[in-house]
């Protein structure tokens, strides 16, 4: 009997498998290919805009992500450094296979504990509304589970789309789960269709790269691991160039021949990662858009195409790349092309990831509406530790908007009508300045120990760290240096302040300071690159920071009041209809949460607040 059994080798199911294994409960993880743990099914690179903050907060919860990231990083970019602290994203660039090796090395050698079964759910076994084990296609006798995660990615009847051609597979080449998606249905979950899609793989070789910008590696270090402290992969460059107009003439002479404009496909993509065609058709003003070659891996021949993802016909595709500048004599390894699949609508879903049609069920990654690795991974770790303390000690692990990108993803996809595939963004966040690519670890770890995803070895090195870092904070506070010092033409340069106030000024850095003062102001106290990083962000950006400390403070109160399970919104006497409807769809667990569903007005939650006042004794979670 497993107290937790997951159902998918993906990011999602690796972490959740990881994460349960680390509370401490007997955990299995159905797998077509134990081999395959992790594979990068679209995109060889990790992170990029708000994707960044999520791997930071996988680390930060003692998942794999950002170690296997570190292990196999070809390049590393750390976005938006244009913009302020609050929006900067790391990302890197992959060596495809050995992301999937670190990942499998990393499994097999810290969880050996978790028993990996290469075989295909067909379906899940339940009683009494509860789960009770899984059907495998190889087994004779269903598998005894406490509690499954259902990680099934894009196979739950996944069908691939090239023009005209299209074919049964949960990836390029891989089968897909028709009986586990049949299963599903049967027991009375909703299913919808959603798609996405891959651009094509282009033979390196038959490239011109003369005509391309080169994008190299940053050339500061950073890493998205703690355990990670210098480059192990030779870093190699990227290439930008630019679609054409004849690009687009090619893509609209024959938009009749995509299954996206041609009826083929009926499934909703993604808004926020169209394909060309889509561009093409969506921004007909725009005559060139960008993209990106990015190698598959170190010696790999192919290289992949970013923003020309595409299911139009292979000749259509190659047409159109064949009239970029260095692109004449280019070559395919494979044909961009689209899938589509199930998914469930998350109203199902209970902020814990249980389903609320099916007790001991959880559901994680793209069966949830979601797209990219990271959003299925942090998933995967709220699934996991809802699931395995519902075996010990029955607490529930709900994560604030307040908290992290995953509070956020989690809360969006409990309160909003996910109708595409949602991705993460920086703006989706409102307190994204607190929610930072680098304090991911300074906002979790007491999260992260309490629920038993990070050791105390680990939880008291971050303490150690916060307490160096309130060290130079208040020697910052405590040091006073004339302007004039460190202010070139001030008006008032004998006028002694704090250096913490003169950190404040665009004109003054933390590295002009300690330069100047002559190691004075940082004697005996750590000067790590990160920590300093970290306290300049902090000093700088500290009235913008309590600001919304103090907003988080204020609306604490409405966020934590409970809404009981029994609640039945279709007695509450003088709410909207339309309000009766979305709390009845998608069963908030507080107030704030009721707040956030559109179609939800102030009105309807002075009646709800009412209404729980006068027949339930409201409670604030603790």
Known sequence: ??????????????EAAAAASRIGVHVGLITFEKDALARLSCNPAMGGTAKGQLIKEVDAFGGLMAIATDLSAIQYRMLNRSKGPAVWSPRAQVDRETYTKEIVNLFSERYPSIDIIEDEAVGIVAENNAVSGVICRGKDNPIAARNVILCSGTFLRGLCHVGDYNWSSGRFDENPSNDL?????????????????????????????????EQPSDEDHWFFSNEISSRVLPQHVCWRTRTV??????????????PLFNGSIQSTGPRYCPSIEDKVVRFPEREQQHIIFEPEGIGHPWLYVNGFSSSLPEDVQIGALRVIPGCEDIEFGRPGYAIEYDV????????????????GLYLAGQICGTSGYEEAAVQGIVAAVNAAHSVTDKREFRLKRSDGYTGVLIDDLCTLSINEPYRMFTSRAEYRLLLRQDNAEERLHSIAYDYGLIPRERFEQIQSMLHDKQRWIERLHSVRIPRG?????????????????????????????????????????????????????????????????????????????????????????????????????????????ASRIA??????????????KKHYYLLNHS
């Open 181 to 213: 998606s049949d299963w599903l249905a049967s027991a009375g979950f909703p299913l919808l269709r959603f798609k996405t899609g891959t651009p094509p793989r282009v033979i390196k070789d038959s490239i011109d790269f003369s005509k391309f910008e």
């Open 1 to 14: 009997m497993y107290d937790v059994l997951v159902i998918g080798g993906g990011h999602a199911g690796v």
């Open 245 to 258: 107009p004849e690009s687009h003439a090619i893509i609209r002479n024959n938009i009749v021949r995509s």
């Open 344 to 359: 469930i609508p998350t109203s199902e879903l209970k902020p814990t990831l249980e389903t609320r049609r099916l007790s």
């Open 485 to 593: 010092m460190v202010c070139a033409n001030d008006r008032d340069p004998e006028r002694v302040e704090s250096a913490a106030h003169l950190l404040t000024r665009s004109d003054v850095t933390l590295s002009g300071l300690l330069d100047k003062l002559d190691g004075t102001l940082s004697h005996d106290l750590p000067s790590n690159q990160s920590l300093l990083n970290s306290v300049e962000t902090e000093i700088t950006y500290s009235g913008y920071l309590d600001r919304q400390k103090r907003e988080i403070q204020r609306l604490q109160e409405q966020e934590e009041k409970i809404i009981p399970d029994n609640i039945d919104f279709s007695v509450i006497p003088g709410i909207s209809s339309e309000a009766r409807q979305k709390l009845m769809l998608h069963k908030p667990a507080t107030l704030g949460m």
């Open 599 to 612: 179609g939800i007005t102030p009105s309807d939650l002075a009646i709800l607040l009412v209404y729980l």
